[in-house]
Nanobody, 112 residues
Framework: QVQLAESGGGLVEAGGSLRLSCTGSGSISGFHPMFWYRQAPGKERELVAQ???????KYADSVNGRFTISRGGDQRTLFLEMKNLKPEDTGIYYC??????WGQGTQVTVSS
């Protein structure tokens, strides 16, 4: 069973940057996409970015141009580079792989 562990969150001022990391264990194939989701307080979990070997990376409109998703050469490490952070980016960030158990996520808090 695939398990995922996120790290790298923290408290940052608006305009700042953070780099999130995710390490997966278990059967992870580079042929399948990986994703970053986030859940803001009181809101549903939303897709932030996805990366796939066979299609262009995709971003939510709200983060396009500010966030960059990338995948490690081992195919089981996932990153999210976040720049020019805004208070509305606050939330718990999760990485995901289809069929995997959701991790605990990493908290990102952006102060105004």
């Amino acid at each position: 069973q695939v398990q995922l562990a996120e790290s790298g969150g923290g408290l940052v001022e608006a305009g700042g940057s953070l780099r999130l990391s995710c390490t997966g264990s278990g059967s992870i194939s580079g042929f399948h996409p990986m994703f970053w989701y986030r859940q803001a307080p009181g809101k549903e979990r939303e897709l932030v970015a996805q990366i796939s070997r066979y299609s262009p990376t995709k971003y939510a409109d709200s983060v396009n141009g500010r966030f960059t998703i990338s995948r490690g050469g081992d195919q089981r490490t996932l990153f999210l580079e976040m720049k020019n952070l805004k208070p509305e980016d606050t939330g718990i960030y999760y990485c995901h792989y289809t069929g995997a158990t959701w991790g605990q996520g990493t908290q990102v808090t952006v102060s105004s």
